[in-house]
């Protein structure tokens, strides 16, 4: 079009330049070999620019793919990573509760050994008291007696807690009248006396033994035990260091997974997003190739019909210009009996006659044999016997601390020797972590110089493009100009040129134009080289459409009353106390429905997801409207919920257009017979499908393909392609799109070579089908390419297909 428009204003440049006496027909034909050296230059250029974006493009898809699958692998193996530290923690923690127990155990086992031998040392102490008592009582009483003193003998033996009752009984009955039973009696108290006194001692030693058995077993269960407390605290405390790290593992494995899920999404995001730019470009790059070719044939076949004569003429005429025991050694107690029974007759015997006689030197002699030089012996013997007692207790508890003492250090030594194995373990791991972050960082610095510079070589290609870009719509302002004087020229001619043949043969040439200019219904020579195109309207054609598919909202139903209305409605169901301005809400709709769109594209696919876009949208209408959502509280949910659930599902909130039911059924039956395939494509969320159910016409289509599905909108080629998919044709198949978007329907369609009808209500709606074909060229003007129409209505759409 742009093409015919620069002709235009060159022919009637060359009209303007044959009124001051210069040739017209040689300078258009120069400037348009100009337009074609400079199209034909601007077609390489781009070429060259697009080989280059395409290498950038496959490079940079490649490694992204390479990114994916080793972060894939990566996830992998921190999952199974996570998993072995999780359970190494869950076990460990187990043991941990059995040493707990252990440890409780053996508390209480001590602790009631402990008792034990507490009540044992106090009996222990409170018998070696009465023996010690007893005995100083008997020596104390043989003392007497022997003196005859036996009222104080008496005394001392009442201290005497362990003297047997018939001793008692013995010592009563010395104090008879008769001298001669009194002295039979004595000898045999003193004898008894002595006897017992023996025997408590002998008792004595062996109570005093028995507790320094007790006391040495004591001694070691408790070591036992508080080794035993000592090793299951030490491992105890080793399995929470272990299990920390194991959580500290797993916690940071779980990190690094975290982050590595997000780098896999934002490469797997950059590379969809990259892969469907680059998709977009290449597309848009073989249809400015095909346009570029297009206008370069224009020009060649416009400076034939220029040169021609009857061109020229008229040019001439009419045109003017676009984490052990001791032993104790046993000290056996030798006792030997000194007093010879004997001897103490003996002593009586000269104490009598002394006493008789009254002999001082026998009473001395007597006194001498009384003092049994035995004595002192057997104390000596008494002495050393306690004090080796005394050397053996103190050997044992010295033995006893230096068992403790091994044993503490043993512990120590192991203690020490494990920490010393954990921290090499520890400096090992963290060597090893030093060195895996090492080649990380110079992965990623790697990395990051390859981002940057793929991202000057993009900003380079996007600078090169920018300017190009510019120049192109530089180029483009100027031909705007250009068009416009020229169709001032052109209007200002058909005023002048009458006869309804011109009109028709003009009106044809804007119409159905092959590629090339020519136009349809013209003179033979004027469509020969015309390429053959698709036919369109007629199921007489060549071609017909394999895929009919409709927009929904303005071609099949539209909103049943304003929006702010229906907001109004579910709010004032829920909160009959909330006043609103349902106007107000009506118009900032539009504003809050357009940023949400522009923040999250095809109602949030691939983000937020529909609901919560939806939400948005609802809390910024009723917040421009001066609702505040967050003093609604719960009632807000209840109001969306409504409004998201319901009102928008259902009749409440749509209706279809007149004739929309009868309009379907006659194109179901045309896509019946013609093999056919009808279906809806529209940039709606995913209830589209039961809006068109409530409205009784999902049975109607095939599919319903909607751009959240999609993930991209009209005019986008992705949704177009995606429609292709899913209907199950291939990608050239021929398709004809209807909708009433001029850029998202009718633009887009025909972007990517489909054909194209826009519902337009604007179209006289008493006119038939075939008169809209004969419009006004200015009407005409307004459409992007011939394989598109204008329709009031979509019942249209089966006329065109049957001529």
Sequence with gaps: ?????????????????????????????????????????????????????????????????????????????????????????????????????????????????????????TD?????????????????????????????????LADAKLLPDEARQSLLDTQGPAPKTYEFQSGGVISMLEGLQDKFVDERISLEREEQKKRHAYEMLAQSLDSQLAQSKKEQEEKGQFKAKQLQSKASSEGDLGETKVEKQSDEKYSTDLAATCSKKAAAFAARQKLRQEEIEAIEKAKGIIAGEAVAGSAGKHLPSLLQGPKRTALAFLRSEVREPQSERVARFLQQRASALNSRVLSAVAGRAAADPIAKVRTMIEQLITK???????????NGWCNAELASNKATREEKTDAVDELSSDADELSTAIGKLGEEVSTLSRQVSELDADMAKATQMREEESAKNAATVKDAKEAQAAVAQALLVLRDFYKKAAGASLRAALSLSFRLSCPGGGPPGGPRDAREGCPERQEFPG??????????????????????????????????????????????????????????SSLSPSFGAGGCGCREWWRAVVEGTMGGAGIAVSDLGESFEAVFDDLYGHVFCGQEAWELLPRTVRSLESLREWCAANDCVLGVMSNMDDRLSVILQNLGILDKFDFVLTSYEARAEKPSAIIFTKALEVAGLAPTSHALHCGDSYKRDLIGATSVNWMAVLVDEAVDKAER??????????HLLNMPSPGAWRVPHIGHIEGLLSG
């Design 1 to 121: 079009m742009q093409s015919l428009c620069l002709l235009l204003a060159l022919a009637a440049s060359a009209a303007l330049a044959s009124q001051v006496q210069v040739t017209p027909v040689q300078k258009v034909v120069q400037l348009l070999e100009n337009m074609k050296e400079k199209g034909t230059k601007e077609m390489q250029e781009e070429e060259v620019q697009y080989t280059k974006f395409k290498q950038f493009c496959d490079m940079t898809l490649r490694e992204k793919e390479a990114a994916i699958d080793e972060a894939a692998d990566k996830i992998e193996t921190l999952e199974a990573d996570i998993e072995k530290a999780a359970s190494e923690a869950e076990r460990l923690g187990k043991e941990m509760s059995e040493h707990q127990a252990d440890i409780e155990a053996a508390t209480a086992e001590k602790e009631k050994a402990t008792a034990v031998r507490e009540k044992g040392r």
């Design 124 to 156: 222990f102490q409170l018998t070696l008291k009465d023996y010690s008592e007893s005995i100083d009582a008997i020596a104390r009483a043989l003392k007497a007696l022997k003196e005859e003193d036996k009222k104080t003998a008496l005394l001392q």
């Design 388 to 398: 080796m007692q005394t050397q053996q207790n103190e050997e044992a508890s010295k």
């Design 539 to 596: 199921t007489g054609s060549a071609q017909v459409p394999r895929l009919i598919s409709l927009d929904s909202t303005g071609t099949l139903m539209r909103v049943r009353r304003p929006i702010g209305d229906l907001y109004a409605d579910a709010l004032h169901r829920v909160r009959p106390d909330v006043q609103v301005s349902a106007a107000e809400m009506t118009r900032v709709f539009p504003a809050i429905f357009s940023r949400q």
């Design 769 to 778: 089908l075939d008169m809209i074909k004969d419009v006004s060229v200015d």
